[in-house]
C-alpha cells in the first residue's frame, strides 16, 4: 500500500489533465515545489474541484507511488477568492505564482518562499498598501530568497558605504556618486529608494508588507526591479504581459 503524507502548501499551478482530472503543481514547506495528479477534480462534485485551484492555502494529503503523487484530500485554510473581485491583484498574484513556480527546487524547504507568497497575498487585499509596492517587495525578496540579488549597501566599485546615488545593474548593485561618472546604463536612486531596498533585503518577511512609500521612490524602484528581474530571471513570466498593461 503506498503511504500517504502530508504537507503544507499553495496550489501554485493547475491544469486539466483528460476529461476529469487535473494536473496541480503545489509549493511546500516540507518539499518545495512538487507535481501531483488530482484525479476526478474536474468532475461536478467532486471534494478535489476546489483545492486544486491556484492559490488554494492549506494541508494537503499526497499518496506517493513510485515517481508521482497524488491528490487524496486537502484542508484548505484560505482560497484567496477575494483576489478575484481586483483584476490587478489577480495578474499580481499570477504573477507571484508564476516566479515561485520559476525559483523552487524539488526537495528542498520552501517554507520561506511560502511565507512569502502568504504574506504577499494578504497584502495585496490590504487596501492601505499600493499592489505596486507589494510586486516590488516580493520580486526583489524572491530574489534574495534564491541567494542571488544586487548589492544595496556598498558601492561595486571602491566597496564604500557612502553617497550611494547610482545603481548600475551591469555592476549588479549600487555606485556612488564619485564612481558613477560615465557608466552609460546608472541610475539615479534618492537615499528613500535607498533605504527601502536594503530594508526589503534584510526585513523578516512577517514585517516587509508593513510601510509605504512616496510616488518618486516607487517609480524609482520599478526602474531598479525592472532591470534586476531582466537580469535574474531568463524568461518573460505570461502574466506581465496584461500586468504591466494594468500598472
Request: hydrophobic share 45%.
Amino acid at each position: 500500500m503506498a503511504d500517504q503524507i502530508k504537507v503544507t502548501g499553495m496550489v501554485i499551478a493547475s491544469a486539466p489533465i483528460g476529461e476529469n482530472d487535473k494536473r496541480i503543481v503545489l509549493l511546500t514547506k516540507e518539499k518545495g515545489k512538487i507535481s501531483a495528479f488530482a484525479r476526478g477534480a474536474r468532475r461536478p462534485g467532486s471534494q478535489l474541484m476546489a483545492p486544486s485551484d491556484s492559490f488554494a492555502f492549506g494541508s494537503f494529503y499526497l499518496v506517493c507511488a513510485r515517481d508521482y503523487y497524488t491528490l487524496a484530500g486537502a484542508e484548505i485554510t484560505n482560497y484567496f477568492r477575494e483576489l478575484a473581485d481586483d483584476l490587478t491583484a489577480t495578474y499580481t498574484a499570477c504573477y507571484f505564482l508564476e516566479l515561485a513556480a520559476y525559483f523552487a527546487v524539488e526537495n528542498q524547504d520552501g517554507s520561506q518562499m511560502l511565507n512569502l507568497i502568504y504574506a504577499a497575498f494578504k497584502a495585496l487585499l490590504n487596501p492601505n498598501i499600493d499592489n505596486r509596492l507589494v510586486r516590488h517587495i516580493y520580486e526583489l525578496k524572491i530574489l534574495v530568497i534564491n541567494g542571488e540579488y544586487p548589492e544595496f549597501f556598498r558601492c561595486r566599485i571602491c566597496k564604500g558605504e557612502d553617497n550611494l546615488t547610482g545603481f548600475s545593474i551591469a555592476h549588479d548593485g549600487v555606485v556612488c556618486g564619485g564612481c558613477k561618472s560615465g557608466m552609460g546604463d546608472v541610475i539615479t536612486i534618492c537615499q528613500s529608494a535607498l533605504y527601502t531596498l536594503q530594508f526589503i533585503v534584510c526585513t523578516d518577511i512577517r514585517k516587509l508588507f508593513t510601510f509605504r512609500v512616496s510616488e518618486e521612490v516607487l517609480s524609482e524602484l520599478r526602474m531598479v526591479m525592472a532591470r534586476c528581474m531582466n537580469t535574474y530571471v531568463d524568461r518573460r513570466m505570461k502574466s506581465l504581459e496584461i500586468l504591466d498593461e494594468l500598472m
